[in-house]
């Protein structure tokens, strides 16, 4: 132990001198590090360094989870990181043609493992195109309500060659007030302010620039995503083992049935029944998002939703959307789709009550599969329209 003298047998005692020299010296390291790391805003190629799809299998859907000890997921909003994870990054394959789906909770599939979800019975209907290739689906959907959010994974989703964009729509996703407040929004701040400036919407960006601030660039600003990414790498090695990425509890509260006479408002900025207008909902996020597929085929649906038929039910369709609200939401996007040219399909009503678990647009297998099977064919349609 002779040569560990210097440190346990000091020639000259430590002093305060000393001590405070040491201590000045690892704080400008650490600043020197930071200004270094906020200099270069490495996370988003960090956050490309994945162990899915080589040492372990990607994910069929985005990460995100509340409950990682019993589901081996984990929400994370940086963008990059969401997509290292997911199946679409591996090469596409010669004889596919790939068909993103878009959407909230509904298209994610909450209660529902991933073996029955939308995309999992989209593939196994085992379409083709008439020139021999097979439409694979790919699960982009994620569990919040924002036409924003989904507008940043579809631009993001762009670099992996998508040969159809399906996007799933409803009413909730639409109020302006809900785009930049979206965490994936929030958190990806430069990203969704570009995104906005680029498409010329009109949101105020003051709130998402003050996100990118210098501190905000620091690992210290930058250490909770830092943590998510290195915690998504480990638990992936539980997925591949066990295929799971969401807790199914055996029970569950139903959706709301019966509502309060007088019930009318639709959220905290459509308290009372009122005439809507293009400009109270985000029809410009979608037409964002058609300039941003370009040439790729873009097919709008009004996806499926729950209709009580319990007390009150003539004022409310469900506990998302008083009837007024509802109505004129349908209304103005089919007068946009026609106006714009979208291809668009209205969906609402096709799913029967029963088959809706815990909120106006969750399903069950059994509804997922109807949906399918009328979602299909304009699907078809749709791409051998393209073709002629």
Do not use: C
Not at 159 to 183: C, G, I, K, N
Not at 290 to 296: E, L, M, N, R, S
């Amino acid at each position: 132990m002779s040569g560990w003298k210097w440190l346990t047998q000091p020639q000259h005692p430590y002093t305060w001198g000393f001590v405070v020299r040491v201590l000045l010296k690892a704080a400008l390291l650490f600043a020197l590090v930071n200004v270094l790391y906020a200099a270069l805003s490495p996370l988003d190629a960090i956050g490309r360094l994945s162990v899915y799809n080589w040492l372990v299998a990607g994910r069929v859907r985005l990460p995100y989870g509340e409950d990682p000890a019993r589901a081996y997921n984990l929400s994370v909003d940086n963008i990059p990181t969401m997509f290292a994870t997911h199946v679409i990054s591996q090469p596409k394959a010669d004889d596919e043609f790939r068909v993103i789906l878009l959407g909230d909770s509904s298209t994610w599939g909450f209660l529902l493992p991933p073996d029955q979800t939308l995309s999992a019975f989209l593939n196994a209907q085992g379409l083709q195109l008439d020139d021999g290739r097979r439409l694979v689906f790919y699960n982009l959907g994620h569990p919040i309500m924002a036409l924003m959010k989904d507008a940043l994974l579809l631009e993001y989703a762009m670099q992996y060659q998508p040969d159809m964009v399906v996007w799933l729509v409803t009413a909730q996703s639409f109020p302006r007030s809900r785009q930049l407040e979206a965490p994936m929004v929030a958190r990806n701040p430069a990203r969704a302010a570009a995104f906005i400036r680029r498409y010329g919407l009109a949101y105020d960006t003051a709130t998402l620039e003050a996100e990118t601030d210098f501190m905000a660039q620091t690992i210290i600003g930058q250490r909770r995503p830092l943590a998510d990414w290195l915690r998504l790498q480990l638990y992936g090695f539980m997925w591949d083992a066990t295929g799971i990425d969401q807790y199914l509890p055996e029970r569950y509260t139903l959706r709301q049935s019966d509502f309060e006479a007088g019930d009318v408002a639709w959220g905290e900025d459509f308290p009372q029944p009122q005439t809507l207008t293009v400009d109270d909902l985000a029809f410009d996020v979608l037409a964002a998002g058609h300039q941003v597929a370009g040439d790729v085929p873009l097919l709008l649906v009004n996806e499926p939703m729950f209709i009580s038929a319990g007390e009150n039910s003539d004022i409310r369709y469900n506990f998302f959307y008083p009837r007024w609200a509802y109505d004129q939401y349908r209304d103005l996007m089919t007068a946009q789709a026609e106006e714009n040219g979208w291809h668009y399909v209205d969906l609402w009503r096709i799913i029967a009550p029963e088959a809706f678990t815990d909120s106006p647009v969750h399903m069950t297998p059994q509804g997922t599969e109807q949906l399918v099977q009328a979602l299909a064919p304009h699907i078809m349609a749709l791409l051998q329209g393209d073709s002629e």
